[in-house]
């Protein structure tokens, strides 16, 4: 490995010269504003937010398409710099609605965590805004065009990560919006509904269909194990009032951040009114709600009565794929142990 | 796995067989993708066409049941083409004069006719993968669910082991496990001849290990499978039925023979989070949490031991699974009681060598691969580095043998049952979920386009489906990604479901059921039929 020896904001680091300005100066703890940038894919340099003053060069440069250089002096929070994100902010924000107050994204949001940084208000002007447009035909996710700030991640997530490319950039210049190739509406194309584009969007323009309001400070989030497949994705729940409202994915994990649209979008289950609340019981054929004191009671009756008359291998157990490990090891353990019986087995092969 | 999800996008060939990976494992499938993006080559073999083969180099698309036909018939290109790798062969190897007797016979012709695919298919199939530096094999139940799922396996370690990959990043063999703990499961001794670690309950030294740690003395002799436990309670042999998390009604093969033995059995308790299909034949019914609602551990496909975490409370009376069962232990008398699910990782690390490294400290970050065999070790990416794990890697060579049923006059088609996308095994959890009904909500079979015509059948004409075992009425959905004789159905639903038609045939070795292949009849439902 190659290294190259920089400076930046004043700080000497020596960091692999494959690297690019944000890399570097994040491994150095120096974070720079993005909005079009994802480790996880190539350059797109569109936003140009990342900006920095790179001493040598008369204009400033995108830190995520810049490649380290030995000797390379980096200022990443000069006047010039700060002056010129309020410009691009500012012209990001002509074209947004006004709508921080009632957006679910609101304290998640890019545009607005920058905005806030940099002290950049929405002005009055009296040039275009754009039109209003609306894709909800999925049912998990909306598009909203007038919030899109045309970053292009949600297009390079589900081209390059996805590999499914079901949406693009459509129309030209002041009308481009994202979309599908006939545009005829996301439920109609090839969209998975696998909604990785929905976590990589920095605002408010690719959001989950919620039954939840929520905002990001309302809820907590919890990192566990998608409890569908066996990759074994990494997701955080989020928990508002002891409620599971949504699901992201990890990026530092074994799924880099994708999921399928069962570990995104499929966590309704858990709160659902359906739910089995209490032990029950059948008797002439109908099931009656008892305690967990008596449903032991039963099993132990059972137990005593089979063993006596029929011996340990007239029990025999399901284990289930779905539980945990710790669960799976105890209900082994009391057939094994407690019924004397290895008659243990379960759905494995299905 | 042998090896890691992160590798597939390092692999040169990837060869995917009997698994429809972007629906079953969907981000497996966007890795796989990912990879041919990057210039990785790609071979599918599938009865189907799938998301995959459009991205594929070669697609076999082979008749059911036939895996090990073409399997064979890519070693023979390989041997006859000296392209398999010597070497290796001569340091890790053994019986490889065996094989390459066998497979002598399958030459393309021969493996083709029986495939239904196109000898030059078949050639360059075996070129790629032989010529590849790092080549992956990655299947599911395609290749397990047949009577001879484990010969098949059997097949795919003599190919990989053929080629030198395995014991190597970036290739090996791996199975894509299907539920999200079917591999912690199996870990963890819920099968009828394994305690924990695949440590075998007939092996004196491990049985008294657990007899020591349990304080108990246990039984030596090999318990039933679930195949065989219906068929112990029809002999009133088995009373006493315990289902935790199971929703055989819907998911196991043989519907009406299932239900049967479940009205048969004296007692019968079912602990699910839902009134599942299951819960109405049992006389008790014991609610339990979801996975959202307690601490635990799933491991993965690539053996990571990864952390469940509680995130909400839990509902009305309902418990953790683990907190009911050591209830029900202790009211048997057996006193061993747990605060939290750590303390019973403890004892599973303590009497299973793979976990022995493993604690919750330990993955709380990002989990860990076992084997992991103490505090230092930081786990395993790939196995079989330094050896072939049992010492040699032993060649075993197997012969094709047809399924067990077969199409006939009466029952003219071949159906293969398999997942989609939108659906999660029975479908009690995701079935609860309003947008995934909208766009997959009812059971279909999927019917090639000249053979519905052929049998006046449209796009959404209600049909009925026959076997030997059962019938049903579904919703043709015509296709032109399925072979003439074959018919396709998804196993999830319950309006129409796939399972009262398939057999109970299994595997002799692992007693993997013969899913995917039935014989069965369809026909246009008549006006004065419809329901
Ligand atoms: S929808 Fe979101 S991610 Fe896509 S271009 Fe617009 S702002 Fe960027
Ligand atoms: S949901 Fe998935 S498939 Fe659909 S547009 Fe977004 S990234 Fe692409
Ligand atoms: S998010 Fe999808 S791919 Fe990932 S573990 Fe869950 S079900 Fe599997
Ligand atoms: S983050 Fe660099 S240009 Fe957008």
């Given at each position: 490995m190659k290294t190259v020896k920089l400076t930046i904001d004043n700080k000497e680091i020596e960091v692999d010269s494959s690297l690019t300005v944000i890399q570097a100066a994040e491994l150095a703890g120096i974070d720079i504003p993005k909005l079009c940038y994802d480790e996880r894919l190539d350059i797109f340099g569109a936003c140009r937010m990342c900006i920095v003053e790179i001493e040598g060069n008369r204009k400033l440069q995108t830190a995520c398409s810049t490649k380290v250089r030995e000797g390379m002096v980096v200022h990443t929070k000069t006047d010039r710099v700060i002056e010129a994100r309020k410009d691009i902010l500012g012209l990001l924000l002509d074209n947004h609605p006004n709508d921080c107050l009632i957006c679910e994204k609101a304290g998640s949001c890019l545009l607005q965590d920058y905005a806030y940084e940099y002290g950049v208000k929405f002005r009055t002007h009296s040039g275009k805004t754009r039109d209003p447009y609306i894709d909800d035909t999925n049912p998990f996710y909306i598009y909203d065009a007038q919030k899109c700030i045309l970053c292009g991640l949600c297009v390079r997530v589900c081209s390059r990560?996805?590999?499914?490319?079901a949406i693009d950039f459509v129309n030209?210049?002041?009308?481009t919006i994202i979309g599908t190739p006939f545009n005829d509406g996301l439920i109609n194309s090839n969209c998975v509904s696998c909604g990785n584009c929905v976590s990589a969007c920095p605002t408010g323009a690719l959001m989950p269909k919620s039954k939840e309001k929520f905002r990001a400070w309302e809820v907590k989030k919890v990192k566990t194990t998608c409890a569908f497949c066996g990759v074994g994705c990494q997701i955080n729940l989020l928990v508002k009032d002891d409620k599971v409202v949504g699901v992201e994915p990890v990026k530092?994990?074994?799924?880099e951040g994708l999921l399928c649209v069962k570990g995104k979008f499929s966590f309704n289950f858990i709160n659902h009114p359906d739910r089995l609340n209490t032990p029950l019981l059948k008797e002439d054929g109908v099931f009656k709600e008892i305690s967990w004191d008596r449903a032991y009671e039963i099993i132990k009756e059972k137990v005593d009565k089979y063993m006596e008359e029929n011996g340990p291998d007239s029990f025999a157990g399901l284990s289930s794929a779905r539980c945990t490990n710790e669960e799976n090891y105890l209900f082994q353990k009391l057939f094994r142990a407690v019924l004397k019986t290895n008659n243990i087995d379960h759905c494995a092969r299905l | 796995m042998t090896n890691s999800i992160a590798e597939i996008k390092n692999n040169d060939t990837i060869f995917v067989i009997g698994s429809n990976t972007t629906e079953t494992h969907p981000v497996i499938g966007a890795f796989i993708k990912q990879a041919v993006k990057k210039g990785a080559k790609l071979i599918v073999a599938d009865p189907r066409e799938i998301e995959l083969s459009r991205f594929a180099d070669v697609h076999l698309q082979l008749k059911p049941g036939t895996n090990i036909a073409l399997i064979n018939g890519m070693m023979n290109v390989i041997i006859e083409n000296k392209l398999y790798d010597e070497e290796y062969i001569n340091k890790n190897c053994e019986n490889f004069e065996e094989l390459a007797r066998l497979v002598k016979n399958y030459p393309p012709e021969r493996s083709a006719e029986i495939c239904g695919v196109d000898k030059d298919l078949i050639i360059k199939a075996a070129l790629i993968y032989a010529n590849s530096p790092n080549a992956g094999i990655y299947y599911t139940m395609g290749v397990t669910q047949h009577s001879t799922g484990t010969h098949a396996v059997m097949s795919l370690s003599n190919l990989a082991l053929l080629c030198g990959n395995i014991g190597k990043e970036n290739a090996g063999i791996n199975p894509l496990r299907g539920q999200n703990n079917v591999q912690g499961a199996s870990d963890m001794g819920a099968t009828p001849a394994d305690l924990t670690g695949y440590q075998k309950i007939f092996h004196r030294e491990s049985l008294e290990k657990f007899e020591r740690a349990w304080s108990t003395k246990l039984s030596d002799r090999v318990g039933a499978t679930i195949t065989e436990m219906f068929k112990l309670i029809e002999e009133e042999k088995i009373k006493f039925l315990y289902i935790m998390g199971e929703n055989p009604v819907v998911s196991d093969p043989d519907t009406n023979h299932v239900i049967s033995a479940l009205k048969k059995v004296d007692f019968l308790i079912v602990q699910d989070i839902f009134f599942t299909e299951t819960c109405e034949y049992a006389d008790l019914v014991l609610p339990a949490v979801s996975f959202a609602q307690k601490d635990g551990t799933f491991t993965n496909t690539e053996r990571r031991v990864q952390r469940v975490r509680k995130a909400v409370k839990e509902n009305g009376l309902a418990k953790p699974d683990w907190q009911i069962i050591m209830e029900i232990m202790n009211t048997l008398g057996y006193e061993k009681k747990y605060t939290e699910p750590k303390e019973i990782m403890k004892e599973i690390s303590s009497l299973t060598p793979q976990y022995s490294g493993i604690n919750y400290e330990k993955i709380d970050a990002n989990g860990i691969q076992w084997p992991c065999k103490d505090k230092d070790d930081t786990g395993t990416k790939f196995l079989h580095k330094d050896k072939i794990s049992r010492g040699k890697g032993l060649f075993m060579p197997v012969e094709y043998v047809k399924s067990r049923e077969t199409p006939d006059d009466e029952y003219p088609f071949i159906l293969t049952t398999g997942r989609i996308l939108y659906h999660y095994h029975t479908r009690t959890m995701t079935g609860r979920e309003e947008g995934l009904n909208e766009i997959a909500g009812s059971s279909y079979i999927e019917i090639n386009d000249e053979t519905a015509n052929r049998l006046s059948i449209q796009n959404g004409d209600k049909v009925r489906v026959k076997s030997r075992r059962g019938e049903i009425i579904t919703r043709a959905k015509v296709v032109n990604t399925i072979d003439r004789d074959v018919l396709f159905m998804p196993?999830?639903?319950?309006?129409?479901?796939a399972n009262y038609l398939t057999n109970t045939f299994v595997d002799e070795i692992a007693k993997i059921p013969e899913l995917k292949v039935s014989a069965v009849s369809i026909e246009k439902l008549k006006e004065e039929d419809h329901v």
């Open positions: 990560l996805q590999v499914t490319g030209r210049g002041f009308d530092d994990a074994v799924n | 196993f999830h639903f319950t309006d129409g479901q």
